[in-house]
């Protein structure tokens, strides 16, 4: 075994082009303890592929595919190896184009399919690229052989104990010798049936990689040189954070920085797997740990931006010392697979937020038919285009006089449910959509 493993994960953006092929794969050779480099398919390329299960006529989603051809024969035209790349990527696209043409109906099974290809793609060819620089110790690895998932086509949820078993067998005996490059995002059932584990997943999948080979460290190569305080579109002098803990980061990606998926966390927090994000444009830049312990522990360390909130709010006199009221209120929501993000409560009404985001594959996130058997108990009011803004540090729950200062520099600004105390590593409140970038400016001058 070799004293360090670490897994590598490069995003879309890192699998561009030639030139930021070359780069990511620089940056493999210039560590030999990365054994295992899971990539994202080439940018834009899954945006591509759901384009073409979405569409209905055959010689649109021909166009497509063609597209996607020649995207990926451009970058095999600068390899050292290209003949081979050209033939497994014809080999790949002919595949993709098959199934397409065979005109099955759009389930979500035929959508995973389809959508396997960007990141079967993208891998075929870095590995030709590794290749250059450190030879046949590059070795390409089905990621379906490891990835072991239920059926939940879409978001497909790791099955850990299989996935483990299968790098024991597939991967470890081999490290010493091999580094593998594999795809993130996608995966198999126990049947053999592709799945992906939703968008922005490779992230997620290089956990599972990194957590199912005992892994030291994960690296997260992207687009960004760090994690940020806040999103720095929004605030210019926002500044990287050198080092942030496991449950802040996890705060961080569920509230809405973009920077990882937010399942990544998991996997690293069961394993206590050091993760580092950096860039793969910029490596030689300081990047972002994430730790378990870090050595400061600021009460606010980021502040982060979540727009699309919609604010349920149901009223009932029936609450009163009674009982019943929020399981009957939550059975509802769950029976229509409403995902509730925040909750507060009065003595008579309770106040839920909810995620238009999260209804991304098309589902109303919040059905007429919902409200309408909420209304039979309660009375509901919804209210939408609210952002929610979350302050991300330490010991928020116990730093006194902290929530003073914060609000009072909102004067003259609508805040709307407040969250504070449920988490020690978050105080979290709505605004209007509108304001909310200049609340985030106000609060990062004040705080950071
Ligand atoms: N290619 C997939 C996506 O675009 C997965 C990923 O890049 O993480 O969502
Ligand atoms: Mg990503």
Redesign the pocket.
């Given at each position: 075994m070799p004293d360090l493993i670490k897994v590598a994960k490069f995003?879309?953006t890192s699998m561009a082009d030639y030139e930021a092929m070359k780069r990511c794969a620089n940056i493999v050779k210039s560590d030999s303890d990365k054994k295992v480099i899971v990539v994202?398919?080439t940018s834009g390329?899954?945006?591509l592929l759901i384009t073409i299960v979405s569409l209905t006529e055959l010689p649109e989603k021909e166009k497509i595919v063609e597209r996607i051809r020649e995207k990926h024969l451009e970058i095999c035209s600068h390899l050292v190896y290209g003949d081979q790349a050209r033939q497994k990527i014809e080999h790949l696209v002919n595949e993709l184009e098959e199934k397409v043409l065979s005109s099955k109906p759009a389930t979500p099974q035929y959508s995973d399919e389809v959508l396997s290809f960007?990141?079967l793609l993208s891998s075929s060819i870095f590995t030709y690229v590794l290749r250059e620089l450190i030879g046949d110790r590059a070795e390409w690895l089905d990621a379906r052989d490891i990835i072991q998932t239920d059926h939940n086509h879409g978001s497909a949820e790791p099955d850990v104990d299989q996935i483990e078993k299968n790098a024991e067998n597939r991967i470890l005996p081999h490290l010493q010798e091999t580094c593998f490059v594999t795809q993130?995002?996608i995966g198999r059932t126990r049947s053999g049936v592709t799945t992906t584990l939703g968008?922005?997943?490779?992230?997620y999948s290089a956990a599972l990689f990194a957590e199912a080979v005992n892994a030291d460290v994960l690296e997260i190569w992207t687009d960004v040189t760090a994690v940020y305080t806040t999103d720095p579109r929004i605030v210019k002098n926002a500044k990287p954070i050198t080092e942030i803990s496991f449950d802040e980061a996890a705060e961080l990606s569920v509230f809405g920085a973009k920077v990882l998926?937010p399942a990544t966390m998991v996997p690293a927090i069961r394993k206590n797997i050091r993760v580092y994000v950096g860039s793969s444009i910029e490596p030689h830049l300081p990047g972002t740990w994430i730790m378990k312990n870090t050595k400061e522990k600021p009460p606010i360390r980021a502040i982060s931006l979540r727009r699309n909130q919609t604010l349920l709010t149901v009223h009932s006199l029936d609450m009163l010392h009674r009982h019943g009221f929020l399981a009957q209120l939550f059975q509802v929501l769950s029976n229509h697979k409403i995902s509730v993000d925040l909750v507060t409560t009065s003595e008579v009404s309770v106040s839920l937020t909810l995620d238009t985001n999260a209804g991304t594959s098309g589902i109303d996130f919040l059905p007429k038919k919902a409200i309408n058997e909420l209304k039979t108990f309660c009375e509901v009011e919804v209210e939408q285009n609210l952002s929610l803004i979350a302050l991300i540090g330490n010991n928020l729950h116990t730093t006194s006089g902290l929530s003073g200062p914060v609000f009072s520099s909102l004067d003259g600004i609508n805040v709307r449910l407040i969250c504070h105390g449920a988490s020690s590593h978050n105080l979290c409140f709505l605004v209007d959509q509108d304001r909310a970038e200049v609340v985030v400016q106000k609060l990062h001058e004040r705080f950071i």
């Open positions: 995003g879309g994202s398919a390329t899954t945006n960007g990141e993130g995002f968008r922005g997943g490779s992230d998926h």
